[in-house]
């Protein structure tokens, strides 16, 4: 059974740096691609940041770009995000997700496999 799981969410202040952290279990995979959204209330759930499992490539929603770095340690399974700059808009549930196939693309419907979520909260 696959699952993954997010850590790392928590409360800070605007300026702050967080790291997300998604372990992934039951499936280790050579290709497809590893994502995570976001979502806040009343806002649908948007692709933040997104990494091609074998070939390392790397796309970001325009919002973040420069402030996010999406990363993975293939050997251990572990899907990060590293979040610096962060802004009030930022905050929201962060979901980690897999795409078995590819290309990568930031899109919920293509996505396999959904973690439960951590909370990010950026305060002014």
């Known amino acids: 059974q696959t699952q993954l799981v997010e850590s790392g969410g928590g409360s800070v202040q605007a300026g702050g740096s967080l790291r997300l952290s998604c372990e992934a279990s039951?499936?280790?995979?050579?290709?497809?691609?590893r994502a995570w959204f976001r979502q806040a209330p009343g806002n649908e759930r948007e692709g933040v940041a997104i990494i091609d499992i074998d070939t390392q490539r790397t796309q970001y929603v325009d919002s973040v770009k420069g402030r996010f770095t999406i990363s993975q340690d293939n050997a251990n399974n572990i899907l990060y995000l590293q979040m610096n700059s962060l802004k009030p808009e930022d905050t929201a549930m962060y979901y980690c997700?897999?795409?078995?196939?590819?290309?990568?693309?930031?899109?919920?419907?293509?996505?396999?496999?959904w973690g439960q979520g951590t909370q990010v909260t950026v305060s002014s």
């Open positions: 997700a897999l795409d078995l196939s590819s290309p990568c693309a930031m899109v919920s419907d293509t996505m396999d496999y």
């Open positions: 039951g499936l280790r995979r050579r290709r497809g691609c």
